[in-house]
């Protein structure tokens, strides 16, 4: 489970060996296919995206948009690709990490 502000903090990739399905606990959030084809998940709602499948998403509602993420990695070790191929670090500047807030108490509905 992760916690986004407004915005986004994540860039165009994929995971070259891992499905991926995302699940919207808290808020709304705007997925963006390799040709900015968009696709809105609100709560309780979810998307599943095959291995290979290049996206990025941001937080589309004022609340803090809260996702449960899961994954099947079919190899071990970080496949996380930019849209040349090349690694791409999920904590790494290239795709827009920023730091961790944390406010005590703070959770969703």
């Not at 390799?34 to 998940?41: E, F, G, L, R, V």
């Not at 599943?48 to 941001?58: I, R």
């Amino acid at each position: 489970i992760k916690v986004y502000a407004s915005g986004g903090e994540n860039e165009l990739h994929c995971h070259a060996s891992q499905d991926h399905m995302f699940v919207v606990l808290q808020g709304t959030v705007r997925f963006y296919d390799k040709d900015q084809k968009t696709y809105d998940i609100g709560k309780h709602e979810g998307v599943m995206l095959p291995a290979g499948t290049y996206y990025w998403f941001n937080a589309t509602s004022e609340e803090p948009l809260v996702m449960l993420r899961i994954d099947n990695a079919t190899k071990p070790g970080d496949d996380r690709l930019n849209i040349n191929g090349k690694p791409m670090p999920g904590n790494s500047v290239e795709n827009k990490t920023v730091p961790v807030i944390v406010r005590e108490g703070a959770w969703f509905e």
